[in-house]
């Protein structure tokens, strides 16, 4: 089992930046592939980023050149930095572990699941 905790989330103007956190407790995160996901209220759940257990990453074409997906094997934990936010980011965002490197961006593929973390941004 994995249990993963997000953390960072919060309210930011728009322009504004945030680094989410996805920390890993159970397993290295190191040997998995790593999703990061956002739901609006309303809205189905959309692929944000990813990176794989081998160092690749990959971008929604809606984040591209905004945000970075990283990792820190020796602490466990997943980075999203997101940068130059707009309102229409605002979501409840989850990271998922498990997954395929060939369909990274499709959330029934993880395993793993965290509880989510709001990111607001205001105008």
């Known amino acids: 089992q994995v249990q993963l905790v997000e953390s960072g989330g919060g309210l930011v103007q728009a322009g504004g930046s945030l680094r989410l956190s996805c920390a890993a407790s159970?397993?290295?995160?190191?040997?998995?592939?790593i999703g990061w996901f956002r739901q609006a209220p309303g809205n189905e759940r959309e692929f944000v980023a990813a990176?794989?257990?081998?160092?690749?990453?990959y971008y929604a074409d809606s984040v591209k050149g905004r945000f970075t997906v990283s990792r820190d094997n020796a602490k466990n934990t997943v980075y999203l930095q997101m940068n130059s936010l707009k309102p229409e980011d605002t979501a409840v965002y989850s990271c998922?572990?498990?997954?395929?490197?060939?369909?990274?961006?499709?959330?029934?593929?993880?395993?793993?699941w965290g509880q989510g973390t709001q990111v607001t941004v205001s105008s």
């Open positions: 998922a572990a498990g997954g395929s490197v060939h369909y990274y961006s499709i959330g029934s593929t993880y395993t793993f």
């Open positions: 159970g397993r290295t995160l190191s040997s998995m592939n």
């Open positions: 990176v794989t257990w081998s160092g690749g990453t």
